[in-house]
């Protein structure tokens, strides 16, 4: 092992990052700009809920749908088509502001979300191939360029729309010249998977101590509480404080990305879940109950820590899982995962609208609850160990 490769896998590392990160902005902006979008086309809560739940399951029910295509290629083509496609919701500013645009909106907001989903599971194939960087270290630093991308878009967009209105989101116009050129600079390759048989020639799943579906559903669980969370805060708050708060919880998200990886490889990854969902759960009641006091929202930064910062121990987890192939793995955990908080964010939206917002934020740690109780069920039966996927099953192209 080579110190030049090595230093050069982190290089490539940091570019998958910096991808992540602008192919994550998106997001961010939807979710904090929603409210100026709701007042300036005329829309209802039930009406953006629709918007942001459409885009959402775009986002994530693609990555359900792609994540095995292509397993047999190493060049990443797909982040190439995203980073062009996710700008679409930069176009908004070009429509006449008239609640007849709704489905120009949502058709806007599909396209963009193609372009967020397709490249994710392909990525966490590139960071797969980086075999130099212990994997729960790799895994931390890739998810968390995403959720500085969140973090980015939620914090700047709003201040874009107080100077220029929705014109000012055309700046992410850029984001395709930056990351299009990294990517070629860095010589990203895909890791790709052989198919394991049995000694009757049929195929078997991939090795691992733990299933893949119950680590699926804790994180899909855990999931719905983040996506309610990152919604409802700015239909409280509105746009400006919104934004904040859910920049605190990101930034803590990114942070404990980076304290749980650590964590994880000390203690296992079931076990470092399993207390960041009791740990979110215990900084959320009282930010919830105490939400008119201005001191609670320092408590959303050490909730993101924990509760959102699990998230990329979770995909370290279902990597190592037994259960389908790699690719399908990966787009379920990154793309159905969230397909399904968006659907539940699709069904609460209404319900929103007719009892409030505040009746509905208060239930928002029921999902971590129940990630908890799927967690402790996981080291019942398991102990909570993981097992590295076997060399055979994924072939590693060195960049040339």
């Given amino acids: 092992m080579s110190v030049e490769s090595k230093q050069f896998q982190w290089k490539q590392l940091l570019a998958l990052t910096v991808v992540h990160g602008l192919l994550d902005v998106p997001p961010g902006i939807i979710h904090v700009v929603l409210p100026e979008i709701q007042r300036e086309f005329t829309l209802s809560i039930t009406m953006g809920g629709v918007l942001l739940g459409v885009f959402n399951l775009t986002c994530n029910g693609v990555q359900v749908l792609t994540g095995h295509w292509r397993a047999g290629s190493d060049r990443p083509r797909f982040q190439y088509i995203g980073l062009v496609l996710c700008i679409a919701l930069s176009l908004f500013a070009l429509l006449p502001r008239t609640s007849t645009m709704f489905p120009m ?211 370290t987890l279902a990597k190592n899982a037994r259960g389908p192939i790699f690719g399908t793995r990966m787009g379920l955990i990154v793309g159905g995962v969230w397909g399904i908080a968006s659907v539940a964010i699709m069904v609460l939206a209404p319900l929103a609208d007719r009892i409030g917002v505040d009746s509905v934020l208060k239930f928002s740690p029921i999902g971590y609850m129940l990630a908890l109780v799927a967690g402790i069920v996981m080291l019942r039966r398991t102990g909570g160990p993981s097992k590295p996927i076997e060399p055979s099953v994924l072939a590693v192209v060195e960049p040339i």
Avoid at 155 to 171: H, I, K, N
Avoid at 181 to 193: F, G, H, K, Q, W
Avoid at 195 to 200: G, M, S, V
């Fill in 105 to 315: 909106l949502v058709f806007l907001a599909v396209v963009a979300g193609c372009g967020v989903a397709m490249p994710h599971p392909e990525a966490l194939r590139a960071v797969h191939a980086i075999n130099k960087v212990p994997a729960a270290i790799a895994t931390g630093v890739y998810m968390a360029g995403g959720i500085a991308g969140f973090c980015i878009g939620g914090w700047f967009s709003p201040r874009l729309l107080e100077v220029f209105g929705l014109e000012g989101l055309y700046v992410f116009l850029l984001t395709p010249m930056i990351g299009i050129p990294l990517l070629v600079l860095m010589r990203i390759r895909l890791a790709v998977e052989t198919p394991l048989f049995d000694e009757n020639g049929k195929r078997r799943s991939s090795p691992g101590l733990i299933s893949f579906w119950p680590v699926l559903l804790m994180t899909t669980l855990a999931g719905i509480s983040s996506a309610i969370l990152v919604w409802l805060l700015p239909q409280k708050l509105g746009s400006l404080a919104g934004g904040r708060a859910v920049t605190l919880f990101m930034i803590g998200g990114g942070a404990g990305s980076f304290a749980l990886a650590w964590l994880a490889h000390k203690i296992g990854e079931v076990r470092c879940a399993t207390l960041g969902m009791l740990g979110a759960i215990g900084m959320l009641v009282p930010f919830l109950i105490f939400i008119d006091s201005s001191w609670t929202y320092l408590l959303l930064f050490p909730a993101g820590v924990l509760g959102y910062g699990a998230y990329p121990v979770l995909v």
